[in-house]
Nanobody
Framework: QVQLVESGGGLVQVGDSLRLSCAAS????????VAWFRQAPGKEREFVAS????????YSADSVKGRVTMSRDNAKNTVYLQMNSLEPEDTAVYYC????????????????WGQGTQVTVSS
């Protein structure tokens, strides 16, 4: 199994940038497809972005397309989510998740989850 720990969240203002980290242990994260999800109070968990395992092909939700970028650092066994031009609607707890084989855009498909990191965007 693989264990995931998120970090990098915090309080920022509209238009600021953040880079969230998802550090893995137990298994090489390069063997997994990894995705970021977020959940705001009173709302369901929603897909943000994903990155493939064997290749670095990425996909992002329409709500964040053009503002987020996922990347891998295999030496550090870490996946990153770069977020730019942050908006109040981006406020949520952000989770990274992993699964074998292919990336998916729905939360139920993922087997391994981190504890989440809070991102708050104020105006």
């Amino acid at each position: 199994q693989v264990q995931l720990v998120e970090s990098g969240g915090g309080l920022v203002q509209v238009g600021d940038s953040l880079r969230l980290s998802c550090a893995a242990s137990g298994r090489p994260l390069s063997s997994y497809a990894v995705a970021w999800f977020r959940q705001a109070p009173g709302k369901e968990r929603e897909f943000v972005a994903s990155i493939a395992s064997a290749r670095t092909m990425t996909y992002s939700a329409d709500s964040v397309k053009g503002r987020v970028t996922m990347s891998r650092d295999n030496a550090k066994n870490t996946v990153y989510l770069q977020m730019n031009s942050l908006e109040p609607e981006d406020t949520a707890v952000y989770y990274c998740a992993a699964r074998l084989t292919y990336a998916r855009t729905y939360a139920a498909a993922y087997d391994y989850w981190g504890q989440g990191t809070q991102v708050t965007v104020s105006s």
